[in-house]
């Protein structure tokens, strides 16, 4: 069965570091998103693709956080400088378009921890 | 704005017991409603959903939900639980007018004991 791919999956960074995220969604889903999760809380959107082009990135902090996904496959998600604040699970999800698009698949998260 | 809310954060049970996960959500649109599952290092796992039609939505593995318009509801199900039911569920909705992306709530960590 096909999976959408994370890396890495552990980040240990200390803050004022740059960290860069790697996502791989499931091959032929156009639409990618990223979401955050910090402990005990639920998942927030931070960024949705549509191939190439960003959709939402309403919820992005865009002093530190940047997004891309060039080639409208895999995507990148960089934080620059990282503070102790970022520390959290940083999810990537993909889905078709369509009348599937509501079905989101998602990775298996990478774990930052700011130090 | 949507929101979504979890009532119980943390709900232990005993193996094959029933259990209720409740969610109620809130919105002065239309949504479509959600239910993922997150296990250990793991990353969630789309449970059921409801989009239209019949508001009794059930999975493959015994859950599921009721979409209650008026009560503002989506509540999870199952009449008897198992010890790898083990797991964080989230409850989430996405506003179709607005797009495709969801709301979660906060979670809720259901552990079944033996």
């Known amino acids: 069965e096909a999976e959408v791919a994370q890396s890495p999956r552990y980040k240990i960074t200390e803050k004022s570091q740059a960290v860069a995220f790697w996502c791989d969604p499931i091959s032929g889903h156009a639409t990618l998103y990223w979401y955050r999760q910090i402990l005990g809380q639920g998942p927030e959107l931070l960024v949705q693709f549509q191939d190439e082009s960003v959709v939402d990135d309403s919820q992005l902090p865009k002093d530190r956080f940047s997004a891309e996904r060039l080639k409208g496959v895999d995507s990148t998600l960089k934080i620059q400088p990282a503070e102790l604040g970022d520390s959290a699970m940083y999810l990537c999800?993909?889905?078709?378009?369509?009348?599937?698009?509501?079905?989101?698949?998602f990775g298996p998260g990478t774990r930052l921890t700011v130090t | 704005a949507q929101s979504v809310t979890q009532l119980d954060s943390q709900v232990p049970v005993f193996e094959e017991a029933p259990v209720e996960l409740r969610c109620n959500y809130s919105?002065?649109?239309?949504?479509?409603l959600f239910w993922y599952v997150q296990y250990p290092n793991q990353g969630l796992q789309l449970l059921l959903k409801?989009?239209?039609?019949?508001?009794l939505v059930e999975s493959i593995n015994g859950f599921e939900a009721e979409f209650n318009k008026s009560q503002t509801s989506f509540h999870l199900r199952k009449p008897s639980v198992h010890i790898s039911d083990t797991a964080e569920y989230f409850c989430a909705v996405s506003v179709p007018e607005a797009g495709t992306a969801l709301i979660f709530g906060k979670g809720t960590t259901l552990s079944v004991s033996s």
């Open positions: 999800a993909s889905s078709l378009a369509g009348d599937t698009a509501y079905e989101q698949y």
């Open positions: 409801y989009l239209s039609g019949s508001t």
């Open positions: 919105s002065s649109v239309s949504v479509y």
